[in-house]
């Protein structure tokens, strides 16, 4: 129903509830002027058409606030819904205005990219960087266009003839014995001077590492393949499972910086800078890092194989459950690292200082250790077997039910080494210095012993010595006696 017809429905309740109550008034009036009443019953009719008066009026006067209370309510709902609308157009306008202004300061920051002068470029970069950072529906879109910026602007550049070889650790002779100094190819990567990185590469690349990473779309990756990136600064930038194959990020300096879960296959880091960087699970399958500084550096169950360390520093680094098969850690530092049940199968470790490492339950199945560093390391559970431990330093270190099965120890200095339960099972230790070490239930069976220095050992009994293969020139604790087929040999 119409408020017209609602409000002339009204006035005629109104006219007619005023005519009825009249009227009961007139007739009680009336009544009350009938000479046969009594004074008292006048009295009584009048009152009750007084009463009957107020009654009307009344409730006219209530159906009257009660109708303009619900006219106010109606106004003010229509009042409401209109807001309502205004709003939502006023919204829609602000998103149209908006769009337009995103629009108008990425094309401007997008033609920018491609001037000729890189003050202009540069600014077109930090440009898209507000632009990110204003509108975050915007984010991945400007973090894929700066990586395609990087990847156009800085492509390696293949040398023609050149060989890629995946295996860096072929460079290197696993040959040589006892060999430490560095060959022609890891001097070479020592002195090797790198380009200075452009600034509006280098630009780029910080607004990337430095992204708001909650406005990163789930499984999405950035994409800065094969990119040459080298002296970069990246400091403390955040680049979790970025995908980096093949780039070169020789000279960088990574610092501090999260690379967790990265692909960094084939990379080269010659030279970089990975002190405490974050390496999680990342994959740094045949990544060169000669002379990487990655000191502190968590490389947690990151995968390492082929890769070529050689000259590294990792002091202090976390290698834990780490796979480093046929890794190239030739003359790399390794103090104090912690390589507790990593893989080095095959690896080659020559030169390399491993002093208070931990390498408990580490797999070093023929690994070359020649001319190695491992004094006062755990090698507790470890197993090396057929591993390669020429001139190798073992001072004090803990063998502890380590397995040396078919090892070759020629030379070796193990000091005051804890062999305690060790198996060396045709283990070659001939001409090795084991003064002072603890051979507690060590497996010494068909052991060669020629020319071994065993003075000063501990609970070394005869019955080992009998399994064990040696002649004249071993030298025994004074409290056991040479076998006798021993002396007719040597």
């Not at 002779?173 to 790198?194: I, V, W």
Request: proline share 2%; net charge positive; glycine share 6%.
């Amino acid at each position: 129903m119409s408020s017209k017809k609602t409000d002339a429905l009204l006035n005629w309740l109104i006219t007619l509830t005023a005519i009825f109550g009249c009227s009961l008034t007139v007739i009680f009036f009336v009544l009350s002027n009938i000479k046969e009443l009594s004074i008292q019953e006048k009295i009584q009719y009048r009152n009750q058409a007084l009463t009957t008066t107020a009654i009307v009026f009344l409730a006219s006067a209530a159906m009257f606030n009660t109708y303009y209370a619900a006219r106010r309510a109606q106004a003010m709902q229509k009042s409401a819904i209109a807001s309502e609308k205004n709003l939502e157009i006023g919204l829609q306008n602000a998103k149209l205005n908006q769009d337009r202004l995103i629009a108008e300061r990425f094309m401007g920051a997008i033609a920018q990219l491609g001037h000729e002068k890189v003050e202009t470029r540069t600014g077109a970069i930090y440009a898209l960087a507000r632009v990110a950072q204003d509108f975050p529906q915007e984010h991945w879109t400007i973090m894929e266009i700066l990586t395609a910026f990087v990847r156009e602007n800085a492509p390696i550049q293949h040398v023609k003839g050149e060989q890629q070889q995946p295996e860096q650790g072929a460079i290197y002779s696993s040959r040589r014995r006892g060999g430490s100094r560095p060959t022609p190819q890891l001097e070479q990567n020592l002195h090797e001077e790198f380009p200075k990185i452009r600034t509006d590469i280098q630009a780029a690349l910080t607004v990337i590492g430095r992204r708001n990473l909650l406005e990163d779309p789930k499984d999405q990756k950035l994409d800065l393949r094969n990119t040459d990136i080298r002296q970069a600064d990246l400091l403390k930038t955040n680049l979790q499972q970025a995908d980096l194959r093949g780039a070169d990020l020789s000279g960088a300096d990574l610092r501090g910086a999260d690379l967790s879960g990265c692909d960094l296959s084939g990379a080269k880091l010659i030279r970089s800078i990975l002190y405490e960087t974050k390496l999680l699970k990342a994959s740094l399958y045949g990544a060169n890092l000669c002379w990487a500084n990655l000191n502190r550096t968590n490389l947690s169950g990151a995968n390492l194989r082929s890769a070529n360390l050689s000259g590294a520093s990792l002091r202090a680094a976390n290698l834990q459950g780490a796979n480093l098969y046929k890794a190239n850690l030739q003359q790399a530092t390794l103090k104090m690292a912690n390589l507790s049940g990593a893989k080095l199968f095959l690896a080659n470790l020559q030169g390399a200082k491993l002093g208070k490492a931990n390498l408990q339950q580490t797999g070093l199945i023929g690994a070359n250790l020649c001319g190695a560093n491992l004094n006062g390391a755990n090698l507790s559970g470890a197993n090396l077997n057929a591993a390669k431990l020429h001139q190798t330093e073992v001072y004090f270190a803990n063998l502890s039910e380590a397995s040396l099965t078919e090892a070759d120890l020629y030379q070796a200095n193990l000091i005051g080494a804890n062999l305690y339960r060790a198996t060396f099972y045709q283990a070659n230790l001939t001409q090795a210095n084991l003064m002072g070490a603890n051979f507690s239930q060590a497996n010494l069976n068909d052991v060669k012993l020629e020319g071994t220095i065993l003075t000063g050992a501990k609970n070394l009994e005869l019955q080992q010595i009998r399994e064990a293969l040696g002649d004249r020139t071993t030298r025994l604790p004074d409290y056991i006696e040479a076998p006798s087929h021993w002396r007719q040999l040597g």
